[in-house]
């Protein structure tokens, strides 16, 4: 069982849809990073939330720190939100393996 | 704002060879990581530097891996000898403080071992 567990592993949506992908992690965590990944590119941080909530942009991060649980949703997606998401965290940084989404026009 | 840099960007060797990577910071940032990300995979932590001290290197197969932060800024991370398996990413990424911080991810070298 890996430390940090993201669902789904791929996901499919159509353009303006409002996605969701979860996160689950069994570790200890002060601070949960949540990053985007583009096909051949570098790594990119999203957010790194401790408690509640954040918001920047289209992205909401949310995370329950009693369930060792986090979100990322994206609002109105768009074709250019494809990407893989991770999430990550822990002392060793425990990365997820990452859910590779994809918008369709 | 510069980001982190990286050299090179690809790097195709036999097995048994020998590799280093380079990694610069953004500077002020005392925090400095190397991550391997296998295709397919999500990255795995090698090694974290505070400063030029080594905080964790659990995860680095000391065998054949090695890095170092000697000054507290650039980082060099190095294969000797290299096996198929270490056909990677290696990412650097660094942060301001150590801990709950945001990362910020170089571009990464992509590594061929033939």
């Known amino acids: 069982k890996n430390e940090v567990e993201q669902s789904p592993q791929n996901l499919t949506a159509q353009e303006g849809e409002f996605i969701t992908i979860n996160c689950s992690y069994s570790?200890?965590?002060?601070?949960l990073h949540w990053l985007q990944q583009h096909p051949g590119g570098g790594i990119v941080s999203l957010f790194m939330l401790s408690s509640g909530k954040k918001k920047h942009g289209r992205l909401i991060a949310t995370i329950n720190i009693q369930e060792k649980h986090s979100s990322l949703h994206i609002t109105a997606s768009h074709p250019r939100d494809s990407a893989v998401y991770i999430c990550?965290?822990?002392?060793?940084?425990?990365f997820g393996t990452g859910t590779s989404l994809t918008v369709i026009p | 704002e510069a980001g982190v840099a990286q050299s090179p960007r690809y790097k195709i060797i036999e097995k048994r060879q020998s590799v280093a990577f380079w990694c610069n910071p953004i500077?002020?940032?005392?925090?400095l990581y190397w991550y391997q990300q296998i295709l397919g995979q999500g990255p795995k932590l090698l090694i974290q530097f505070q400063n030029n001290g080594v905080v964790d290197d659990s995860q680095l197969p000391k065998d054949r891996f090695s890095a170092e932060r000697l000054k507290g800024v650039d980082s060099t991370l190095k294969i000797q000898p290299a096996k198929l398996e270490d056909s990677a990413v290696y990412l650097c990424?660094?942060?301001?403080?150590?801990?709950?911080?945001?990362?910020?991810f170089g571009p990464g070298t992509r590594l061929t071992v033939l």
């Open positions: 990550a965290g822990g002392n060793q940084f425990y």
């Open positions: 990424a660094s942060s301001l403080l150590r801990g709950a911080d945001t990362q910020y």
């Open positions: 570790v200890g965590i002060s601070a």
């Open positions: 500077s002020g940032h005392a925090t």
